[in-house]
């Protein structure tokens, strides 16, 4: 491994190099990238192979940072593929043209790459793309097509390039011209490479407001970010996100987050870096659960969680065996965390209504066990259905069973996160703690923690997914006190996506809706949240649909 890691010390190096200088020592650049040592022992490190359909692929073209290309192409290794799609930077601003296209054969380390004849010429014939041959100094396309060979041999590769200067309404030319060479079993390759040349703390909040982005799948965010600041192409991962909502219907997947200082720790940590974010995208958002590395944690959260009235002939028969199984396996590994919206009580006391929501405790409980529930959070407008006491005996009723409770305006540490459930919504029958007005959130800016912050507030209008003015307020407020991601709950509706605020350093989720809840209707389902937490403390938020389960009961 000596030669290996003295190619990507070099390479290290000439990361500090002006643009202006890349020219002189591009062989250079590109020998890790010939290096079978390299090639080969970032393949074999990176074996996950995803369960999930992959329809594209987000992936570094710094060789430093082989085994992040690895595990995105490695992970869509399983698809099937008639085609693939290489997107990349022109680094040398060679193009007149908005957009490149390699004629060329390219012939890598492992053999020659297969090209698509028809899909070149189709390109050929639009203005908007010139012939580059093979580009032989470009190493966002060169550094990729390796592990293309490699992992897909026999899978003709249409590989692009992208000008610096082109502009939105030019990505959407190239995006509609795409959609005539590609089908559904394409894989979209996009080689980019994230915040280059800056200090770390920059780099973090850079990378922070791309993460967002990411999250979000909105494409039209994507002109907001700069180059490279942010990223080494905009056009590419404008045309990356485009497709994968046009062509396939998907939705991304982040599975990692490093940067050039994590390979060459004896450099100066605070000096300038650039940084390498990995993305999947996938038509199958519950399967992707399973796809989890060690150099990141991950939480998933639940929305609403009544199980009593209309559920309750269902617990006592024990029917919940396909449905705790499903929703099991969205869930996937670590810390599961629900919004339980009830007391949990051994007996319903004399007096109650079906409007106070009591649950069984002996019924109830153990379903919470099954479904894998680390922790409730009791921060809603029905824990306090029957009092103080009810809440009181709640709480211990849910440590009996090993679940932590989660209450309103406590700020608890858990799975790599500061949680700080907040709710909105005033009970029916008590008075408890309520956030009233936006002054009260300045709990959540003297909140003590060297964690992420992640609020957990219950709010919003019944049967609604969309958060109004107040929440949009509240957003922002929470983005400028440091919180890193809203997580919200109540409006038995879920959020379609992942919004961003203030200015890109806060993810949310509106609301999850309901997981497992006594309604149904057109107006009422769930989702949940995925949370992973990178080793640099960044984090993405992902939604997980889940189908109405009290409506398959039927």
């Known amino acids: 491994m000596k030669r290996s890691r003295i190619s990507l010390i070099c390479f290290v190096c000439l990361l500090c190099l002006p643009s202006s200088l890349w020219a002189e020592t591009t062989s250079r650049f590109l020998d890790a990238a010939r290096d079978p040592l390299v090639i080969d022992g ?63 054969q390219i012939d890598t380390l492992k053999g020659p790459l297969p090209q698509n004849p028809t899909a070149i010429d189709r390109l050929n014939r639009s203005p908007l793309f010139e012939d580059v041959k093979d580009a032989p100094r470009e190493h966002g396309i060169h550094a990729i097509t390796p592990f293309l060979k490699a992992l897909f041999p026999d899978t003709p590769v249409t590989m692009l390039t992208t000008a610096t200067h082109s502009r939105q309404h030019e990505w959407d030319h190239a995006v509609d011209r795409l959609m005539q060479i590609a089908t559904k079993r394409t894989l979209i390759v996009q080689s980019t ?37 942010h990223l080494d192409s905009k056009a590419s991962q404008y045309i990356q996100m485009r497709l994968q909502q046009r062509l396939h219907g998907a939705t991304p997947v982040i599975v990692a987050h490093r940067d050039a200082h994590d390979y060459i720790p004896e450099g100066n940590p605070n000096g300038p ?51 705790l199984k499903d929703l099991t396996n969205r869930v996937g590994s ?20 079906p409007v106070q929501h009591f649950m069984s405790a002996p019924l109830a409980a153990p379903v919470l066990q099954r479904m894998g529930v680390t922790a409730a959070n009791l921060a809603n407008n029905h824990s306090h259905d029957l009092g103080t006491l009810g809440f009181a005996e709640t709480q211990k009723s849910l440590a009996a069973a090993g679940i932590q409770s989660l209450t309103h305006g406590k700020v608890t540490e858990l799975g790599g996160f500061a949680l700080l459930p907040l ?29 992420p912050l992640i609020v ?18 509240a957003f922002e407020k929470l983005a400028a006190c440091g919180v890193a991601a809203v997580i919200g709950a109540h409006t038995h509706n879920p959020s379609p996506a992942v919004s961003v605020h203030g200015a890109g350093r806060l993810q949310a989720v509106f609301s ?43």
């Open 423 to 451: 709710t909105f919504r005033m009970g029916y029958f008590t008075d408890h703690p309520v956030i009233r007005d936006l002054a009260q959130l300045d709990l959540a800016c003297g909140a003590q923690t060297t964690l």
């Open 456 to 473: 957990l507030p219950h709010w919003g209008a019944d049967y609604t997914n969309t958060a109004a003015d107040f929440e949009r307020d």
């Open 273 to 323: 870096t650039t940084s390498y974010i990995v993305t999947l995208y996938t038509t199958d958002p519950a399967k992707a659960s399973h796809l989890i590395w060690p150099d990141q944690t991950r939480m998933v959260f639940g929305g609403d969680v009544f199980l009593d009235r209309g559920w309750r002939s269902a617990l006592a028969d024990d029917k919940l065996t396909p449905v």
């Open 42 to 104: 970032a393949l074999g490190a990176e074996t996950t192979v995803a369960q999930a359909r992959i329809t594209g692929v987000t992936i570094p073209h710094h060789i430093l940072a082989a085994d992040l290309m690895a595990r995105g192409l490695r992970a869509a290794s399983g698809g099937q593929y008639d085609h693939i799609i290489l997107i990349g930077p022109d680094h040398f601003r060679s193009l007149t043209a908005p957009f490149g296209v390699l004629t060329t």
């Open 334 to 353: 670590g810390p599961f965390v629900i919004n339980l919206e009830g007391v949990l009580l051994d007996e319903r006391p004399a007096g109650t209504n």
């Open 512 to 554: 999850m809706g309901n997981l497992l809840f006594d309604q149904t209707g057109d107006d009422v389902s769930g989702a949940l949240v995925e949370l992973r937490r990178f080793q640099k403390g960044t984090l993405a938020l992902r939604l997980i649909p889940v189908p109405n389960y009290f409506e398959t009961l039927k």
């Open 193 to 229: 490479d994230y915040s280059h040349f800056l200090p770390r703390h920059l780099t973090i909040q850079r990378d922070i407001e791309t993460l967002g982005v990411i999250a979000s799948n909105d494409p039209d965010l994507v002109p907001t970010l700069t180059q490279p600041a």
